[in-house]
């Protein structure tokens, strides 16, 4: 049994990014691999404080309920508070960390963080090994089948995920995890081992280093109202509306339930739902309400994927399920077809210089852009979607649709990357590439 005071040498880092999961993730896996020691390390930079409310409290949910299960094999979330890679370099040369483990991203901001973190690490004899295991299928393999020409349509695109076969397989979680490494060489950096008891605590330890001293401790201050504020300050969002629950168990639980439905499943029909069932009516809506936990990888696309695939195996022959582009295995594909494009794009997240964007002159009103983000344009339909959003997080599809196409082309004529701002602070399931690509294409 390897020990749990002293660093070997060969220790190994988990970065967790937008894998808070232990079902299929082959960095963990990786991680676990030839090495006496593991440090599952989750990054909290000054601009997580940004994020809205609800999503927020979506993430120290879901970081809760992955301390609580790494707990049971014997190892716990670490969190650390400031530059990325400041920290990482103070792990690596404090711990005896040789490798670390990641997941590939398609958020240029993640992508470029690697990128940086390969050099650095490099300097330092650190090996940074990646993982795809965030969408469906390897973007890598998909752009080398089409020979660099990225389909832009959707029909496209399945043509070509057709030519790739079946998506993997979903890798099992580890049944037991080496033990983290002794912090105490690092008695510099800001690295909590666990996650704080409290949504009020954790925020605090977001304000900076010195604000918790304790991670167990639920809170020597607690935020009021103001500094449960969404993108712009704005506090009538509303924290304690939150319906969605953060976490893989949370998520599991939730796949697990809708799929005793196989005739729901196989009927599954976008966009032939409907948009009044939201979170707060219990855990049947029109469509799944799992792209929170897709989105913040408490649930793998391909562990979904094979579970429905089950389910519609089992289907007597009389039962013709539907296909795409209305089934719901392809609302997983509308997904990895948004990945495919938004990182194979220039520009992919603005109107300038962006290949695919039509040039639009808007004409931004600082004043109807608040009013359409705050709930208070006078439409019904748009203010009682926004409120909703703001209130909870999540928004059926259609009324996406409607409020993105209101406040462009539809009515306000607002620039799309405004309405993006919004969409990504108060999304619980705010994804870089569907976000840019599903706002970007109202236009
Ligand atoms: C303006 C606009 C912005 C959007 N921004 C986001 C975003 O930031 N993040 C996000 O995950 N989705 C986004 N979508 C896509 C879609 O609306 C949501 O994925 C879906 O409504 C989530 O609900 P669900 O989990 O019940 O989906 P279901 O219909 O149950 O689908 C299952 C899963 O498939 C994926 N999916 C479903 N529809 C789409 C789609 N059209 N494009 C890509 N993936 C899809 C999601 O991961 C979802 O959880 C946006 C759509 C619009 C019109």
């Known amino acids: 049994m390897a020990s749990k005071t002293s660093p070997s040498g060969d220790g190994a880092l988990w970065l967790i990014r937008e894998d808070l999961r232990l079902h299929d993730n082959q960095p963990l896996l990786a991680a676990c691999t030839q090495t006496s020691h593991v440090l599952p390390l989750y990054i909290m930079s000054p601009s997580t404080c940004s994020i809205g409310e609800n999503r927020l409290r979506f993430l120290f949910e879901a970081l809760r309920d992955l301390h609580t299960s790494l707990c049971v094999l014997g190892s716990r979330v670490h969190i650390a508070y400031g530059d990325q890679f400041e920290t990482l370099r103070s792990v690596w040369r404090g711990l005896g960390v040789k490798r670390i483990c990641l997941q590939r991203s398609c958020d240029p901001t993640l992508v470029r963080q690697e990128e940086e973190l390969r050099k650095l690490a490099s300097l330092d004899g650190v090996v940074v090994q990646t993982y795809q295991g965030l969408e469906l299928y390897d973007q890598r393999l998909l752009i080398k089948l089409c020979d660099h020409e990225v389909p832009i349509a959707f029909n496209s695109f399945l043509r070509l995920v057709d030519r790739a076969g079946e998506p993997p397989e979903p890798l099992a979680p580890p049944r037991a995890l080496p033990p983290p490494p002794d912090l105490t060489p690092l008695a510099q950096a800001q690295i909590y081992s666990g996650v704080p008891a409290s949504f009020a605590a954790f925020r605090a330890l977001l304000r900076g280093p010195t604000a918790v001293d304790n991670p167990h401790d639920s809170g020597r201050r607690h935020p009021g109202q103001a500094d449960c504020a969404g993108p712009r300050n704005d506090s009538s969002a509303g924290g304690s509306a939150r319906r969605l629950i953060g976490g893989e168990s949370e998520g599991l639980k939730r796949l697990a339930h809708q799929l005793q439905n196989a005739t729901w499943i196989s009927k599954f029909s976008k966009p032939h739902t409907n948009p009044m069932v939201v979170p707060s009516e219990g855990i049947d809506g029109s469509t799944t309400l799992l792209s929170p936990y897709i989105a913040w990888g408490c649930l793998s696309p391909r562990f979904m994927h094979w579970k429905i695939r089950e389910v519609l195996q089992k289907l007597p022959p009389s039962v013709t399920p539907t296909g795409p582009p209305q089934s719901l295995l392809s609302q ?112």
């Open 332 to 443: 997983l594909l509308w997904r990895d077809f948004f990945h495919l494009v938004g990182s194979s794009t220039p520009y992919f997240e603005r109107m300038q210089d962006n290949p695919l964007c039509l040039q639009v002159p808007w004409r931004s009103s600082a004043e109807m852009l608040h009013k359409w983000a705050t709930g208070a344009t006078g439409v019904p339909v748009v203010d009682a979607a926004m409120r909703q959003l703001r209130c909870t997080g999540w928004l059926h599809h259609i009324l996406r649709h409607v409020v993105a196409c209101f406040l462009t082309r539809g009515a306000l004529w607002c620039h799309w990357e405004d309405g993006r701002a919004v969409f990504e602070a108060l999304l619980l399931d705010a994804d870089w590439a569907i976000n840019n690509g599903a706002t970007a294409l109202e236009t």
